[in-house]
């Protein structure tokens, strides 16, 4: 099929509330050496695409502005030097910026096949998600079979693909969220116990359900609001991993001797700003011991919402509200 002049995206002609964007006409991105063009059919909605439209989050200078960061689609083009993959191979793929647009080029080494029996709007809901999760749990912070974890943001897109990675490679998991029906779909997906942080301490949760041994893992997506608590309910040896701010990035007046004392580490890190080799890397780690687990249905994005791609207003009103369980996706 040959390549249109021209398609579809999104434009941001300013930050601001999500009514600032707007569909438009450009043409198609160009494909640099190791990238492939791909004919987008379903696109996953962020929250760093939330920061930013509203100008708090950048994107790298030699990144695309438009927004998006992962989605599915068919191969339309390769660029020099690309051999894993071939025009009309589905795939999915963690994109440096674009992906709100009819085509986005997008690293070859940040892409993966559709697991088996996927739709595109499946496919998109996985590579932004599954990328920070397996990289912040399990590469730095080391989670393995036999150990616990505490994640934050239970029903976030990151925290219902954490939950089940956590679950199924062996490891205890505890969730916090801001309802009893979202604790229940934390638990419904193999939480231990789900935590309403609205009407419980987690910190005293998580002291009596490990009999005050505390967890070996936190995933914390708040920051400074959570942190003299994430260190407190750490067991010894424990790490904590954070991957965004949602609740401030200073914190005052702050114990830090649970460091020493229990022998922490605290540590973080964003996606974007990762170079092509690191990003391979996960890639890699995916599809060798990810991919299998989706192919075989033991672990599946949550999917709360699909909608048009004209109606990403609405979208991003959604995702700003919060009230969202597992992922948000716009379908082209």
Known sequence: MPLPAEMRF????????????TVARRPLPAVRPGEILVRVEAAGVNRPDVAQRQGTYPPPKDASPILG??????????????????????VCALANGGGYADYCA?????????????????AAALCETFFTVWANLFQMAGLTEGESVLIHGGTSGIGTTAIQLAGAF?????????????CEACEKLGATRGINY???????????????????????MIGAAYLEKNLNVLAKDGCLSIIAFL???????????PIMVKRLTVTGSTMRPRT?????????????QVWPLLDEGKVAPVIHSVLPFGEVIEAHRLMETGSHIGKIVLKL
């Open 170 to 182: 062996g490891a205890t998991v505890y969730a916090t969220a801001g309802s009893q029906e979202k």
């Open 10 to 21: 999104i434009d941001l002609p300013s930050f601001g509330a999500p009514e600032v964007m």
């Open 247 to 257: 609740g401030g990035n200073v914190a005052e007046k702050v114990n830090l001797s």
């Open 69 to 90: 960061l992962e989605i599915s689609g068919e191969v339309a083009a390769l660029g020099e030097g690309v051999t894993e993959f071939k025009p009309g191979d589905k």
């Open 276 to 288: 092509a080799d690191e990003k391979r890397a996960i890639r890699d780690d995916l599809l060798a």
């Open 198 to 220: 609205r009407t419980e301490d987690f910190a005293e949760v998580i002291k009596a359900e490990t009999g005050g041994k505390g967890v070996d893992v936190v995933l914390d």
């Open 106 to 122: 997008a690293p070859a080494g940040q892409a993966l096949p559709w697991p088996k029996g996927y739709d595109a709007v499946k």
